[in-house]
């Protein structure tokens, strides 16, 4: 039984406000330990991240190819605890996971050496190039076209840091507009007050595809980055990261993990059973072959 949205919500929001306070005394013990005694773990998802992680429903049921991933590794290492949902942002799933609200972070976080201070993540399960979604009557298909125009972006992802490196790069100029979540970001795209939504390739065509039109608009022009994406968790606790680990590479070595993949990429998916037609990667087959849990910096070089 998952606990209702707006209980989740008020948590959440709670535990943001003693974050200040909380994130430097992070609570003692293992998560397995915690996990053990309270008979449950709690999941950070987010709502509006498909495939990755999103809601169908009145807050009734989390989905996505990181949420069952969370799900399938929660099922090996802690059998028999509860699974309870949290909804989070990309904004406050750090601190959240930090200060021990969250056993594990299952949105698509993307593991740099800065997050890397804070959190720890697991090894690598999904390689995302940052690329953004137009019009296809905008007549916009490369990234030099955007200079002086309006762009949007999500706050908190690492899309807003790639764009503002490009412009000092390039001496270009984006008037970059942030929504609180991908969704808000899209229909800035959607109702024409941005002419390009910056952000990883999957997530652009997961809200597509859900997206009243889905013709209306296709993604294009030149990466601004690879991103590895992982499953993270609190810091300095390395007994709770063999155990992810252990279990993903079981997932990886079975086939299981390509199949969760094929689930969620390429065949039709909720709630509108659209396809995003996005095969693995060479980039994730390599990583599913020899595992790492290298950061975006290793991928910049």
Not at 60 to 67: N, S
Not at 236 to 246: E, G, L, N, S, Y
């Amino acid at each position: 039984m998952k606990k209702p949205l707006k209980t989740l919500a008020a948590a959440a929001l709670f535990a943001l406000a003693c974050a200040g306070a909380t994130a430097q005394q992070a609570p003692t013990g293992g998560t397995l330990d915690k996990i053990k005694a309270s008979g449950k773990a709690v999941l950070g998802v987010r709502e509006a991240s498909p495939p990755m992680a999103y809601m169908l429903g009145a807050g009734e049921k989390y989905v996505g190819y990181h949420v069952e991933l969370c799900e399938r590794v929660l099922k090996d290492i802690a059998p028999n605890a509860k699974l309870d949902y949290m909804a989070v942002t990309a904004q406050n799933t750090i601190p959240l996971v930090q200060n021990g609200t969250l056993d594990i972070g299952c949105g698509p976080t993307t593991n740099n050496l800065a997050r890397q201070q804070q959190v720890a993540f697991a090894l690598t399960t999904y390689v995302s190039e940052v690329r953004m979604a137009t019009k296809v009557d905008s007549g916009i298909t490369s990234l030099d076209q955007l200079a002086g125009r309006n762009v949007s972006a999500s706050t908190g992802t690492t899309a807003v840091q790639l764009l503002r490196k490009r412009e000092r790069a390039t001496n270009a100029t984006y008037n970059t507009m942030l929504g609180k979540d991908h969704l808000e970001s899209f229909l800035m795209l959607e109702s024409g007050r941005a002419d390009a939504f910056v952000l990883d390739d999957n997530l652009l065509a997961g809200i597509i595809a859900n997206a009243k039109n889905p013709t209306a608009y296709r993604i294009v022009g030149e990466a601004l980055g690879a991103e590895p994406i992982a499953l993270l968790f609190r810091k300095d606790d390395p007994a709770f990261k063999t155990a992810v680990d252990d279990a993903l590479r079981k997932l990886m070595k079975s086939g299981e993990l390509e199949k969760i993949y094929t689930k969620w990429f390429v065949a039709p998916i909720p709630p509108r059973n659209t396809s995003l037609n996005l095969p693995m990667s060479p980039a994730l087959k390599q990583l599913i072959a020899e595992p790492n849990d290298k950061p975006l910096e290793s991928y910049a070089k």
